[in-house]
């Protein structure tokens, strides 16, 4: 066998339980948040932010409605002590948040800990120590027993510490550290030994925190272990239940989600799942993932681009463009059928705003964190005429007929195909008047006077160069009709309109209008043409003269003897 060699491992084994209920739970409401990134996070990155990027962050984390967030391991470094010492100093922190610190269960580290904390309104203590056989083994030299006594130690000092400084509400946590791969009776006589120095059923606020360390399971386990856990720790009502999950095998959004049915009442995690290795719980889409069900997530995500724009300018990590929910590319549709879809999913909802949203292939509505529609479709070669019309109508105000998208779309795909890559609003709308719009000068209609004469009307359409025009006269069932008759009598031209849609574009009495037609004459050869004028009846004229002339222009031969004869 290679490097490679799947036989060195083994499957993470189950949690035997016949009373598993977490499955028919349902989420009803959001747990509690508590934002790792300025310590977890900002551990794992190259290079660690400066206090000014810390403060940015913190100020964000504040605005979208975090009331815990972890603000370092003041004991560890000195930039890390500094920026608490700040926040404190400088008066930071609202009434409403909690700030939240992380030591090691060692005495000198938890006495440093609470000189950075000095004067500080309410603050969570998170100490913690690696409970795992691996890390008892291989790390401490310790069997069971060895291990728990620096937990209670660790347990011990905090609550020695706490009691130096009483003008302070403080919250104990404790996380038996890899609590994913710690024997599930063996976390809980910790858990319970830690809880026997705090008292939690005496009053003091304590938090047990249990990290996925390094995911070694799937989800599904991990709940097992947390409702274990829930059902066999005495005092549970008298402890707050949190899950820290990371990232290692790609499921760690799964694991606290599900880990919230099983027990959980709080999630610690990062803002896009920042943190070492593959990351922490994306506390984002974990949050996203109960809004698009209805249930409010208590943070404000609608500054999606700015979070996503903050957090890179601070910590130098760029968001993946196909990052749930906030990824720059994750309401946009390439696919034609995608996009055709969208756009009527949109058109359906006019009028309808408040009704529950419902479009097809976008689960929640962009705006909600603020993306522009401009972004939900964008044309390449994979696009079709759905997408091409939506875009014109989006952001020109143009609604095509159905015969014409699918026209205008393979125009449009060949433009893509031969630049090998997207295509821009303002080149499909260049290419939609390079290839409809423009007419020619011997084409172009000067003015023209209708009468009604019994049931047809008689038409006086004047076309061509100001100075040297030329005079149209003919009769029709309509003013089209008049004007196809009118180029038959003048120069033989005889034409058949296949296609004809107009309308007008806004309200009112002086809207402009559109028309679009599709044209073929005697020779075989057909074009389309689309016109603007000030009434319906101006844009359908204009369009028939584009069109009889791009037709003309198709044929040479023809088109020497006919334009001959205009001039």
């Given amino acids: 066998m290679g490097t490679f060699n799947h036989r060195r491992y ?41 206090v000014e990027q810390k403060l940015r962050i913190f100020d964000l984390l504040v605005r979208m409605g975090f009331r815990e967030i972890e603000v370092g391991f003041p004991a560890a470094s000195q930039p890390d002590f500094d920026f608490v010492r700040r926040i404190i100093e400088e008066d930071r922190i609202p009434e409403q948040v909690t700030i939240q610190v992380l030591t090691q269960a060692r005495e ?11 004067g500080v309104r309410r603050a969570i203590v998170h100490v913690y120590n690696s409970t795992n056989p691996a890390q008892r083994e291989q790390v401490f030299g310790l069997d069971r027993e060895g291990v728990k006594a620096i937990a209670v130690r660790g347990a011990e000092w905090v ?24 024997e599930l009776d063996y976390a809980v006589d910790v858990c319970e030994a830690v809880n026997g120095v705090w008292r939690p059923d005496q009053g003091q606020a304590v938090i047990l925190n249990l990290p996925a360390t390094v995911e070694s399971s799937m989800p599904n386990v991990f709940a097992d272990q947390i409702e274990w856990f829930c059902d066999h720790l005495r005092g549970r009502e008298h402890v707050k239940i949190s899950v820290h999950n990371h990232n290692d095998r790609g499921c760690a959004v799964a694991a606290a989600e599900l880990a919230v049915l099983a027990g959980a009442d709080r999630v610690e995690g ?44 601070c910590t130098g990590m760029v968001v993946p463009p196909r990052h749930p ?8 549709a390439f696919s034609g059928s995608h996009q055709d879809a969208i756009r009527k999913g949109m058109q359906h909802r006019r009028g309808r705003e408040d009704a ?96 009604r004469e019994g049931e047809q009307v008689a038409a006086t359409v004047v076309v061509g160069p100001e100075a040297q025009p030329h005079i149209l006269q003919g009769r029709g069932s309509g003013a089209v009709g008049a004007l196809v008759d009118a180029l038959i009598q003048r120069w033989g031209v005889r034409a058949e309109v296949e296609q004809f ?19 073929s004459v005697d ?8 016109a603007f004028g000030e009434d319906t009846t101006e844009a359908a004229l204009q369009a028939v003269l584009s069109a009889i002339g791009r037709s003309v222009a198709k044929d040479n031969t023809w088109s020497t003897s006919v334009e001959r004869q205009v001039r």
């Fill in 159 to 182: 609550k020695a510490g706490a009691a130096r400084y009483p003008e302070t509400e403080w919250v104990f946590q404790y996380s038996p550290e890899s609590f994913s791969t710690t």
């Fill in 501 to 519: 849609d107009q309308h007008a574009l806004g309200s009112g009495t002086r809207a402009r209008a559109m028309a679009c037609v599709r044209i």
């Fill in 270 to 313: 990062t803002l896009f799942g920042n943190g070492e290795r593959t990351g922490n719980m994306d506390i984002l889409t974990m949050a996203m993932n109960l809004y698009s069900q209805g249930i409010d997530p208590q943070l404000d995500m609608s500054m999606g681009t700015e979070i996503a724009e903050i957090y890179t300018a």
């Fill in 356 to 451: 529950v949203w419902e479009v097809p292939y976008l689960p929640v509505d962009p705006a909600d964190l603020g993306r522009k529609y401009e972004e939900v479709v964008r044309i390449n070669s994979q696009s079709g005429k759905g997408g091409v019309a939506h875009v014109l109508e989006r952001d020109h105000g143009i609604s095509l007929p159905r015969w014409l998208a699918q026209d205008f779309s393979a125009v449009v795909q060949a433009a893509s195909e031969q630049e090998m890559g997207e295509v821009s609003s303002a080149q499909i709308f260049a290419l939609f008047e390079g290839h409809y719009c423009q007419s020619a000068e011997d084409w172009h209609l000067r003015r023209y006077r209708l009468s």
């Fill in 325 to 332: 929910w906030f990824g720059e590319l994750v309401y946009t």
């Fill in 10 to 50: 083994r499957a993470f084994a189950p949690v035997h339980k016949s009373d598993r209920r977490w499955p028919n739970r349902r989420m009803h409401h959001a747990p509690v948040w508590t934002s790792v990134d300025l310590r977890d996070g900002n551990q794992a990155l190259v290079s660690p932010m400066r």
């Fill in 108 to 118: 000198a580290l938890i006495d440093r800990t609470y000189e950075a904390l000095k």
């Fill in 523 to 530: 020779h075989g050869h057909a074009a389309s043409a689309v």
